[in-house]
């Protein structure tokens, strides 16, 4: 049973360029979840979508953030105009249902701004 | 919203003793407590999560307890190995929705 995907692994970007980052939820899960990690700090919940639809985006920055679950294919986190304070791990969970609470994680992707 | 304190921020101990970590949680209508185990560079991983309706919960040597009353959640390991160093997290939901809110880490070392 495959997990949680996500990719890149790691991605470079230079200030103002845009960070695309995907990730595809574990067979049979149906929510997905964002979570930034800054270095040696928790993570922060950014935005929880179903296919097709964003739920709760309370966590997300109002300007160059935007997430999308669609119908087909990944789930895409994208970052316009980067500047370093975006430099971070951005994880990925999943979880089965509304309620379900149990969420399970991607491997992060690393995004170094230069 | 909900907020979510943990402690201590580092733990040391020897191989083969007890650890116990603490958090507490704001929002009484969060009812779901996750742990977390995260290595270095490596993804958060599930390891134990309790209810609200349960007080204890035991896995084989870690186990997590719950109270409610006083919004106090902990994680004990027992007979501590090394492969238990790593950063655990504790996290708090279902009150505001689906998301998780997580403590910010425990920095714990196993040592021989």
């Known amino acids: 049973n495959a997990g949680v995907m996500q990719n890149p692994r790691h991605l470079v970007r230079r200030r103002g360029q845009e960070a695309r980052l995907r990730c595809s939820p574990m067979?049979?899960?149906?929510?997905v979840y964002w979570y930034r990690q800054l270095p040696e700090e928790g993570l922060k919940f950014m935005v929880y979508?179903?296919?097709?639809?964003?739920?709760?985006e309370s966590g997300m920055p109002k300007e160059r953030f935007s997430a999308e679950f669609p119908k087909e294919g990944p789930s895409i986190l994208r970052i316009q105009q980067v500047v370093r304070g975006d430099s971070a791990a951005y994880f990925c969970?999943?979880?089965?249902?509304?309620?379900?609470?149990?969420?399970?994680f991607g491997p992060g992707t690393r995004l170094t701004v230069t | 919203g909900e907020n979510v304190e943990q402690h201590p921020s580092t733990l040391s101990v020897q191989e083969g003793d007890s650890a116990v970590i603490k958090c507490t949680y704001s929002d009484s209508a969060s009812n779901y407590f996750p742990w977390y185990k995260q290595e270095l560079g490596k993804r958060p991983q599930l390891i134990i999560d309790?209810?609200?309706?349960?007080g204890e919960k035991k896995d084989q040597r870690i186990a997590v307890t719950l109270n409610k009353t006083a919004k106090h959640f902990s994680l004990h390991i027992t007979e501590t190995q090394p492969e238990d160093s790593a950063v655990y997290f504790c996290a708090a939901g279902g009150g505001g929705g689906n998301k998780l809110t997580f403590g910010t880490g425990t920095q714990l070392k196993v040592e021989l």
């Open positions: 969970a999943s979880s089965p249902r509304a309620g379900a609470y149990e969420q399970y």
């Open positions: 067979k049979g899960h149906s929510h």
């Open positions: 979508l179903q296919k097709e639809n964003i739920i709760d």
């Open positions: 309790i209810r609200s309706n349960v």
